[in-house]
């Protein structure tokens, strides 16, 4: 079970930290991922984080504003969210999944958390 964490409310151009933590050792040999889903859209792919060695893939819309990375000793994943824009308001969820960090589809990943909303004013 994955449970997501530090979303909230925060103007455009502030910054956020989510957390996704396991109730057990679920992260050792996969690969998390963050999504994101706005009202009315689809789930979106945001970044992925190897758990072995910590490196990362990011989606375009969100290259050089967020950061993922992980905490082996917590057993938890990070996405560090800053310069926040009013189009990155959703609700974000982590997942894990077995194919790698080129993985962005929403199907290939499995365990997902129940989501943490991300409201971003202007």
């Known amino acids: 079970q994955l449970v997501e964490s530090g979303g909230g409310l925060v103007q455009a151009g502030g910054s956020l930290r989510l957390s996704c933590t396991a109730s057990e050792r679920t992260f050792s040999t996969y690969v998390t991922g963050w999504f994101r889903q706005a009202p009315g859209k689809g789930r979106e792919f945001v970044a992925a984080?190897?758990?072995?060695?910590?490196?990362?893939n990011h989606a375009d819309s969100v290259k050089g504003r967020f950061t993922g990375s992980r905490d082996s000793a917590k057993n938890t994943v990070y996405l560090q969210m800053n310069s926040l824009k009013p189009e990155d308001t959703a609700v974000y969820y982590c997942a894990i999944t077995t194919w790698g960090l080129s993985a962005t589809a929403a199907g290939l990943y499995k365990y997902w958390g129940p989501g943490t909303q991300v409201t971003v004013s202007s």
């Open positions: 984080i190897a758990w072995s060695n910590g490196n990362t």
